[in-house]
């Protein structure tokens, strides 16, 4: 089975922190995604990745940075973290083209105070 | 029986029954759809998925039906249990991205 490992299941930070979620992967995927979660509005993608060193913009990028040095490794970062960043925040990998289920990991709940 | 929701954010059904979760989409180019479930706490589960040159797809206990012409999705659960309730999600894909519908909330009724 696919896993899809985030570092943190709970995180609590002040306005203004510098934030790190990590995510990693055990299946070789190509392909990585941070999404964010909020009540009544879904999921929604932040950044992507095809491949190492490369990212892609989401839906709503802003305020987020990503990285991508290992192909196994995906890490989300909010430059200087204020409270409506406060979310659930879900990582996701898969192989190949768009025709492939993505896999999640079980998200990190983080606020900010 | 079954519990059927047009769309609606949440579906109560009764142990036993059959139940029916729809979804529209809004891309007609999209050629991939997936269904995923989310229980309280974890992250989104793969259920089902099925390509445009399908109509229907059965797996465990779950089938998806596509209807292009109106861009409708469904997934019947049979014989639903406890462990079925649960946020089920429809997904449609576009290049890399998935666009996820809004989620409706099963609860399972003993």
């Known amino acids: 089975d696919v896993k899809v490992t985030q570092s943190s299941r709970y995180l609590v930070k002040r306005t203004g922190e510098k934030v790190f979620l990590e995510c990693v992967q055990d299946?070789?995927?190509?392909?990585m995604f941070w999404y964010r979660q909020d009540p009544g509005l879904g999921l929604r993608l932040i950044y992507f990745?095809?491949?190492?060193?490369?990212?892609e913009k989401g839906d709503i990028p802003e305020g987020y940075s990503v990285s991508r040095e290992k192909k196994e490794r995906f890490s989300l970062i909010l430059e200087s973290a204020s409270t409506n960043q406060t979310s659930m925040y879900l990582c996701?990998?898969?192989?190949?083209?768009?025709?492939?289920?993505?896999?999640f990991g079980d998200g990190t709940r983080l606020s900010i105070l | 029986g079954e519990s059927v929701g047009l769309h609606l954010p949440t579906l109560s059904v009764q142990e036993g029954d059959n139940s029916i979760i729809n979804c529209a989409y809004s891309?007609?180019?999209?050629?991939?759809f997936i269904w995923y479930k989310q229980e309280s706490g974890k992250g989104p589960q793969f259920i089902i998925d099925?390509?445009?040159?399908?109509d229907k797809r059965q797996g465990q206990r779950v089938t998806v039906l596509l209807n292009k012409t109106v861009k409708h999705l469904s997934l019947q659960i049979a014989a639903t249990q406890p462990g079925d309730s649960a946020v089920y999600f429809c997904?449609?894909?576009?290049?890399?991205?998935?666009?996820f519908g809004a989620g409706t909330t099963v609860t399972v009724r003993a």
């Open positions: 299946m070789d995927h190509e392909n």
């Open positions: 996701a990998s898969n192989s190949g083209g768009p025709g492939q289920p993505q896999h």
């Open positions: 997904a449609e894909n576009g290049d890399y991205k998935l666009s």
């Open positions: 099925i390509r445009s040159n399908m």
């Open positions: 891309n007609s180019a999209s050629d991939y």
């Open positions: 990745s095809y491949d190492v060193k490369m990212k």
